[in-house]
């Protein structure tokens, strides 16, 4: 009696383990992939450009006379302050000068003191009648010669003053100079010869061009914070980002534009203005800038690893409760917060896809493993470029 329960018992068993072991196959081929609900935040659109840095002020240094350079004052590539003695031009011949001069100005005034004083008898003598009116006249115009000869004289060591100043070049503002164009010995022609450049750093300028439509929206922006655009453009905040990924970026404003739109580009040249204590920011640095582009609205995120491509539209993932996955074509918006804009497609209450894109298809059923994602992504090298 014992053996005929057994069997069937035996049977059952067997039976049970061909029906799970489908099961258990079917669950270890499920591929395994991080899911996540999207961010759900308020935003503001940044619209972004790229541009270059250009320093507020910057100089040519020539030299104000002609003469053989003695003397340079400055390392290259340092720091001066307005000021700064840069350079030394000979200065003998310009000493030699100005003694002339002032010789010439001693001789036109002892000339002067005997005009005077034969003036003053020829016009006492002149008053009794002992000398003709016009020796007087005579007297008198040799009086007055010699008064312009000595005013002549005193400008000319005036000049020549001026002239030994400037055999001395001195930094016209503050800044980074450049390295020596020319070296002691050499012959510097008065206003055309550069001896170097300098330019100021703190603070610093990024131009950038701006399409029209954005242009305008800036314009009005500008507007209703009581300012025009070529006017300090309202001081719109605006972020750069340089190619350093270790750099955070740098926070200025608007601060000027261009009076008209170019004929052929359709583009207005815009300024925004930085400080620069550090001097981390270079003239003629490229850079990213991002401009506030719209008013404060709830937007969706996801992270750009997210999105997939159906030829030409744009898909994200999404897994349902019972694990199935399926597709939603999405409209994309700027980048914000190290995520990426859902204009439309999504509601922000999708489970979606985040890591292991290649492994899922429209249909099979996969493994999630459920991640939150910060309110704000940590902006990778690539991306920050």
Same mark, same amino acid.
């Given at each position: 009696?014992? @053996?005929?329960?057994?069997?069937?018992?035996?049977?059952?068993?067997?039976? =049970?383990?061909?029906?799970?072991?489908?099961?258990?196959?079917?669950?270890?081929?499920?591929?395994?992939?991080?899911?996540?609900?999207?961010?759900?935040?308020?935003?503001?659109?940044?619209?972004?450009?790229?541009?270059?840095?250009?320093?507020?002020?910057?100089?040519?240094?020539?030299?104000?006379?002609?003469?053989?350079?003695?003397?340079?004052?400055?390392?290259?590539?340092?720091?001066?302050?307005?000021?700064?003695?840069?350079?030394?031009?000979?200065?003998?011949?310009?000493? #030699?000068?100005?003694?002339?001069?002032?010789?010439?100005?001693?001789?036109?005034?002892?000339?002067?003191?005997?005009?005077?004083?034969?003036?003053?008898?020829?016009?006492?003598?002149?008053?009794?009648?002992?000398?003709?009116? =016009? @020796?007087?006249?005579?007297?008198?115009?040799?009086?007055?010669?010699?008064?312009?000869?000595? @005013?002549?004289?005193?400008?000319?060591?005036?000049?020549?003053?001026?002239?030994?100043?400037?055999?001395?070049? %001195?930094?016209?503002?503050?800044?980074?100079?450049?390295?020596?164009?020319?070296?002691?010995?050499?012959?510097?022609? +008065?206003?055309?010869?550069?001896? #170097? %450049?300098?330019?100021?750093?703190?603070?610093?300028?990024?131009?950038?061009?701006?399409?029209?439509?954005?242009?305008?929206?800036?314009?009005? %922006? +500008?507007?209703?914070?009581?300012?025009?655009?070529?006017?300090?453009?309202?001081?719109?905040?605006?972020? !750069?980002?340089?190619?350093?990924?270790?750099?955070?970026?740098?926070?200025?404003? *608007?601060?000027?534009?261009?009076?008209? !739109?170019?004929? /052929? #580009?359709? #583009?207005?040249?815009?300024?925004?203005?930085?400080?620069?204590?550090?001097?981390?920011?270079?003239?003629?640095?490229?850079?990213?800038?991002?401009? /506030?582009? =719209?008013?404060?609205?709830?937007?969706? *995120?996801?992270?750009?690893? +997210?999105?997939?491509?159906?030829?030409?539209?744009?898909?994200?993932?999404?897994?349902?409760?019972?694990? =199935?996955?399926?597709?939603?074509?999405?409209? *994309?918006?700027?980048? *914000?917060?190290?995520?990426?804009?859902?204009?439309?497609?999504?509601?922000?209450?999708?489970?979606?896809?985040?890591?292991?894109?290649?492994?899922?298809?429209?249909?099979?059923?996969?493994?999630?493993?459920?991640?939150?994602?910060?309110?704000?992504?940590?902006?990778?090298? /690539?991306?920050?470029?």
């Amino acid at each position: 009696m014992l @053996r005929k329960w057994r069997l069937p018992a035996i049977a059952g068993v067997f039976v =049970s383990l061909l029906v799970s072991a489908p099961a258990v196959a079917q669950d270890a081929q499920m591929p395994t992939v991080t899911v996540a609900k999207p961010v759900v935040r308020d935003v503001i659109d940044a619209d972004e450009f790229i541009g270059r840095f250009e320093a507020v002020d910057e100089v040519s240094i020539r030299a104000r006379v002609g003469g053989y350079l003695d003397q340079v004052f400055f390392t290259d590539g340092a720091m001066v302050k307005k000021g700064d003695k840069l350079f030394v031009i000979d200065q003998r011949p310009f000493r #030699t000068a100005l003694s002339q001069a002032e010789a010439s100005l001693e001789a036109a005034r002892s000339t002067l003191v005997f005009a005077e004083t034969t003036f003053k008898r020829t016009e006492s003598l002149a008053g009794t009648g002992t000398l003709s009116v =016009s @020796r007087l006249d005579d007297d008198r115009r040799a009086l007055l010669s010699a008064q312009a000869n000595v @005013r002549g004289a005193e400008a000319a060591v005036e000049r020549a003053k001026l002239d030994l100043d400037y055999t001395t070049i %001195t930094a016209p503002l503050s800044g980074r100079v450049d390295r020596r164009l020319i070296s002691p010995g050499n012959l510097v022609q +008065a206003d055309q010869t550069v001896l #170097t %450049t300098i330019v100021s750093l703190d603070p610093i300028d990024f131009y950038f061009d701006v399409d029209e439509r954005r242009l305008l929206s800036y314009a009005r %922006t +500008a507007r209703e914070r009581g300012s025009a655009l070529q006017e300090g453009a309202g001081s719109i905040p605006v972020l !750069v980002t340089i190619a350093d990924a270790n750099e955070p970026p740098f926070e200025g404003k *608007l601060d000027f534009a261009e009076n008209r !739109v170019d004929n /052929e #580009t359709g #583009t207005m040249r815009v300024r925004a203005r930085f400080a620069n204590p550090k001097f981390v920011l270079q003239p003629g640095l490229f850079g990213r800038v991002e401009v /506030e582009g =719209s008013n404060t609205y709830r937007a969706v *995120l996801v992270p750009d690893e +997210a999105i997939a491509a159906d030829q030409n539209e744009r898909i994200v993932y999404v897994v349902g409760e019972d694990g =199935s996955v399926a597709t939603k074509p999405v409209r *994309l918006g700027p980048r *914000l917060h190290g995520y990426r804009v859902i204009r439309s497609g999504l509601t922000g209450d999708e489970t979606v896809v985040v890591n292991g894109l290649m492994r899922v298809r429209p249909g099979v059923k996969v493994k999630p493993e459920l991640v939150v994602l910060p309110p704000e992504a940590a902006q990778s090298a /690539e991306n920050a470029q």
